[in-house]
């Protein structure tokens, strides 16, 4: 007993002093990479169904690969290990020959399209006059250095670091992201998207500000973020038609990588020219009177289970009674506590606007199709907008307002309620 107790201790002050430990692990220097280091192909399951199972506890830290490894529906999960080791050669020759190693990244493609839209996003082989290098070989040098211990060598979010942090760092292989502010097809971030996650932080979590960087290093390390990201959803979409016996193109790995590859290139391109345009704001921001009825439309809009928003149905007591779910990469996440202020796509009035008509795909989280009156100068995302600011502060909320939800009883006339 002693002794399994001892290891369970030495398990976690390893867990706290691994973040401390990190510059000996990911090469707190200006060195890059080892030139002979390559990108390990794929091994951990690759999530295609997430299990509808809601639960009232979190995956323990360091279990995240176990606890997928449960899922037991088959359709939950591919796992790459069933590979051939003819598919797996192949595959690894095709992706290094477009993506290099992480010593010496780049994205090959031929075509004058695609290079204008990989130098559109900074991933083309231009160098810089000063350093003699392209912005990915400068990207991973500073992702080494600062991203690599949570993140991964391939930013499958399983660095030495990675898995004992919760929430769990973003795995940004499957091309998917949360906090983005496009509405164009495949709803890759745009640039400023990332450049916004670097300079605050996600708020609620680990993964901290990046402020104090340089610009060119925050730019380098977009670039290095969107070309792990592109390598990764080529990877894993080619393994999922491997094992799933689907035809590639010109029945052949390469090929199809680099169809692939073309493909979410130009997802990321189109993303980056399409944002999501908030309506003008239709309020005068001085008349509390008027801003005093835009919280109660919102409010309104929040709590009918019925309407357009229902935003109820999954923040139950605003988000203070609501149990795990499964997210799209197979981690356990739950609707935000809107009470509690802390907004991890960021809480400036655009960020909250973005999230209420966007969503957030990969967490189930559905964009709003709400109204604009221009006629009646309203503006229902804003009015959401306006409450969900107001929502942490009870002295912000018209009255009845405040004690429907911080003293009497919401809905379930059972629940018991947060008092502030």
């Keep these: 007993m002693r002794s399994a107790l001892s290891s369970a201790r030495m398990?976690?002050?390893?867990a706290l002093a691994l973040p401390c430990l990190s510059p000996l692990v990911s090469g707190c220097d200006n060195e890059a990479y080892p030139p002979d280091l390559t990108y390990p192909?794929?091994?951990?399951?690759?999530?295609?169904?997430?299990?509808?199972?809601?639960?009232?506890?979190?995956?323990?830290?360091?279990?995240l690969d176990l606890h997928i490894a449960t899922?037991?529906?088959?359709?939950?999960t591919l796992d790459p290990k069933k590979l051939s080791a003819k598919d797996r050669d192949d595959l690894d020759k095709a992706l290094r020959d477009i993506f290099g190693t992480p010593a010496d990244p780049a994205v090959k493609l031929q075509g004058e399209d695609v290079q204008q839209q990989l130098k559109d996003l900074r991933?083309?082989?231009?160098?810089?006059?000063?350093?003699?290098k392209t912005t990915l070989q400068e990207g991973s040098r500073v992702y080494r250095r600062h991203c690599m211990h949570c993140h991964g060598v391939t930013g499958d979010g399983r660095g030495p670091t990675g898995p004992w942090v919760n929430p769990h760092p973003r795995d940004y292989r499957q091309g998917k992201f949360k906090f983005v502010s496009t509405d164009a097809d495949g709803r890759k971030p745009?640039?400023?998207?990332?450049?916004?996650?670097?300079?605050?932080?996600?708020?609620?979590?680990s993964m901290p500000s990046f402020s104090l960087l340089t610009e060119d290093e925050k730019e380098q390390l977009i670039s290095y973020v969107t070309h792990l990201s592109i390598r990764g959803e080529v990877e894993m979409t080619t393994i999922m038609s491997l094992l799933n016996q689907e035809p590639l193109e010109d029945d052949s790995i390469r090929a199809n990588t680099r169809m692939l590859t073309r493909l979410f290139v130009g997802k990321w391109s189109n993303s980056n020219t399409r944002v999501l345009e908030p309506g003008a704001y239709p309020y005068?921001?001085?008349?509390?009177?008027?801003?005093?009825?835009?919280?109660?439309r919102g409010y309104k809009l929040f709590t009918d289970t019925q309407g357009d928003a229902s935003c109820i149905k999954c923040h139950a007591d605003f988000g203070r009674q609501v149990p795990f779910r499964y997210d799209e990469w197979g981690t356990l996440i739950r609707p935000a506590n809107l009470t509690a202020g802390v907004y991890r796509g960021g809480r400036r009035p655009i960020d909250?606007?973005?999230?209420?008509?966007?969503g957030i795909p990969p967490s189930g989280m559905p964009g709003a199709n709400l109204n604009v009156d221009e006629k009646a100068k309203t503006d229902q995302y804003w009015d959401l907008v306006n409450f969900l600011q107001a929502l942490p502060y009870p002295q912000m909320l018209p009255t009845e307002i405040r004690d429907a939800i911080y003293t009497h009883k919401h809905n379930d006339k059972s629940a018991e309620h947060a008092q502030r």
């Design 41 to 63: 192909l794929r091994s951990d399951p690759i999530v295609v169904k997430q299990p509808k199972t809601e639960v009232w506890d979190t995956t323990r830290p360091g279990q």
């Design 190 to 205: 745009r640039r400023e998207d990332i450049h916004r996650t670097l300079e605050r932080g996600i708020e609620g979590t």
């Design 284 to 296: 005068d921001p001085d008349d509390k009177e008027q801003l005093k009825e835009s919280i109660t």
């Design 11 to 14: 398990v976690r002050v390893l």
């Design 123 to 132: 991933l083309d082989e231009a160098k810089d006059p000063k350093t003699g």
């Design 352 to 358: 909250l606007y973005w999230r209420v008509k966007g």
């Design 71 to 76: 899922f037991k529906d088959k359709e939950e």
